[in-house]
């Protein structure tokens, strides 16, 4: 038998928002369950209002992604930089800034949700380099930094 529980006013959270209440608690997200939270976020709006509760309540919560992730993105960020044979782009979304956190890389971290028309949302990452300096995109077929 399942644990019921309410939230502060009196609505049910399922299991399944409680798993996504777990994820987030605990710093981290795997690459399977933040698609898997898109989509739930996606669903209904007491989905997105649980979960901007938990992601942008007290304090921002931004989400550590595993090292796999870190490659993944790290690359495909570079393959917007430069072509295949390593010069660069002449149409990079990138400006110096960018370019510069990108040369001293550390890490993307997942950072909440972003809409442009107010019915789809999109995952925002932040980029971080090792110097602490970062800037914040999300992307829908094309480059868009918003922070």
Do not use: A, W
Request: aromatic share 16%.
């Amino acid at each position: 038998m399942t644990k019921t529980t309410v939230n502060e006013s009196g609505k049910l959270i399922s299991p399944l928002m409680r798993k996504y209440e777990g994820i987030i608690k605990s710093g981290k997200i795997e690459e399977s369950e933040l698609v898997s939270l898109n989509s739930f976020y996606n669903k209904n709006k007491d989905n997105k209002d649980y979960i901007d509760s938990l992601l942008y309540g007290d304090e921002v919560n931004e989400l550590e992604l595993s090292n796999e992730q870190n490659f993944k993105g790290y690359h495909f960020l570079n393959g917007l930089r430069f072509t295949p044979t390593g010069k660069d782009r002449s149409n990079s979304p990138f400006g110096y800034r960018e370019d510069s956190i990108l040369d001293n890389f550390d890490r993307f971290t997942f950072c909440g949700f972003y809409s442009e028309n107010g019915r789809y949302y999109i995952r925002m990452y932040n980029c971080y380099s090792k110097d602490g300096n970062s800037f914040q995109y999300y992307y829908n077929g094309k480059m868009n930094i918003i922070g």
